[in-house]
């Protein structure tokens, strides 16, 4: 199961790289600066993410005591606690964020679709919260 997950991870670092590379090297020039930014960034973000779970995977496979003490500490309910208060503080400063950012893109004279796409990612955020409240 872990040679498994190496590959896949293996295989998701070379994938990153590549990626990286393409929108470093390939896609260059002003007319396609976002699509480079994008491949750059998907690409760097695979990468580091892949290599930090192979690295978490050689050193549980080393030391089974860690992987015994991580898996307590993933399941301990202060633990769950502490994670589902800091996730709602988040989502309380992302509310503030959110509308002060589309107050910004207004006064700016921003493109109305850009005004309008955080006005949609606002009201959906909201609306997951509410189904889930319920």
């Known amino acids: ?3 498994k997950q190496i590959k896949l991870y293996t295989s998701l670092a070379v994938l990153g790289a590549i990626l990286f590379a393409i929108g470093g090297f390939v896609f260059t020039g002003k007319d396609v600066n976002t699509v480079s930014g994008l ?3 998907i690409g760097a973000g695979l990468f580091g993410l892949s290599v930090a779970q192979i690295i978490v995977i050689v050193i549980a496979e080393k030391n089974p005591e860690y992987k015994r003490k991580a898996s307590i500490e993933e399941k301990d309910e202060r633990n769950i606690a502490i994670n589902n208060k800091a996730k709602a503080k988040g989502f309380d400063a992302m509310g503030y964020i959110l509308t002060i950012l589309m107050l910004i893109f207004v ?3 921003a493109d109305l679709s850009i005004i309008l796409l955080l006005v949609f990612a606002y009201l959906l955020v909201y609306g997951v919260f509410i189904f889930y409240l319920n």
């Open 1 to 3: 199961m872990r040679n």
């Open 39 to 41: 491949f750059i960034g």
């Open 107 to 109: 006064f700016l004279n």
